[in-house]
């Protein structure tokens, strides 16, 4: 069965650092990996996605995840936060072999402080 | 519109009655899911639509949850005989077409108060 962790209820970050959120999947074969983003009062943004290819996804605002299959890890990082990245941030995986349903983790929610 | 349409935003009811949260997808998208969002619970599928095919109802919870979808296009998610638990914000979201690989476009949900 698909499954998707954040081990990360929540991370702190002071703005100007880098930042790293956590992602890792189990999904039976090549996973489609999927980072969207959810700030107060509106619903979910994509972000970025990884189809094949380069293991170094660029997606919006600046932010980047890297795909590692031997550690089934998807972890979205950015090289200097900014206060406007507080929000919460999904990971979600799909299974290749032709499954629509899409996993969703639980959350993680950052915090940038100025 | 420009966007994935939900209405209610938000829907205050009393436990046992029946609601009905409307989704309007962004026009030409074929593809239409239906999500839960519990308070600090990930997103749980719920339904997808695609196209004409019969939808995949595997997610819904129990046989209160319905959903449908007219003409391809607004989709209705009904909920009856409501209990407290059911008390989350409902997410709909659309994408141009199926397949995995393709990226989904949410509405901003309808908060449901179950008293």
């Known amino acids: 069965a698909q499954s998707v962790a954040q081990p990360e209820d929540q991370v702190n970050v002071a703005e100007g650092n880098p930042l790293t959120v956590k992602c890792t999947y189990s999904v039976s074969g090549n996973p489609y990996l999927f980072w969207y983003v959810q700030y107060p009062n509106r619903g979910l943004q994509f972000l970025l996605k990884y189809i094949t290819g380069d293991n170094l996804v660029k997606g919006s605002y600046g932010f980047e995840a890297e795909f590692n299959k031997s550690q089934t890890s998807f972890h979205l990082k950015k090289p200097s936060a900014l206060v406007s990245d507080s929000a919460l941030y999904f990971c979600a995986v799909r299974d290749r072999t032709g499954g629509f349903k899409t996993i969703f983790g639980a959350g993680t929610r950052l915090f940038v402080k100025a | 519109g420009a966007g994935v349409s939900q209405s209610p935003s938000n829907k205050v009811t009393e436990k046992g009655k029946d609601v009905e949260l409307r989704c309007d997808p962004i026009?030409?998208?074929?593809?239409l899911y239906w999500y839960r969002q519990s308070l600090g619970q990930g997103l749980e599928f719920l339904i997808y639509f695609q196209g004409n095919s019969a939808p995949d109802k595997s997610g819904l919870p129990s046989d209160r949850f319905s959903a449908e979808r007219t003409g391809g296009s607004v989709s209705t998610l009904t909920i009856q005989r409501t209990q407290q638990e059911d008390s989350a914000v409902y997410l709909c979201?659309?994408?141009?077409?199926?397949?995995?690989?393709?990226?989904?476009?949410f509405g901003a949900g309808t908060r449901l108060s179950v008293l």
């Open positions: 979201a659309s994408s141009l077409r199926e397949g995995p690989e393709n990226i989904q476009y």
């Open positions: 026009s030409g998208h074929t593809a």
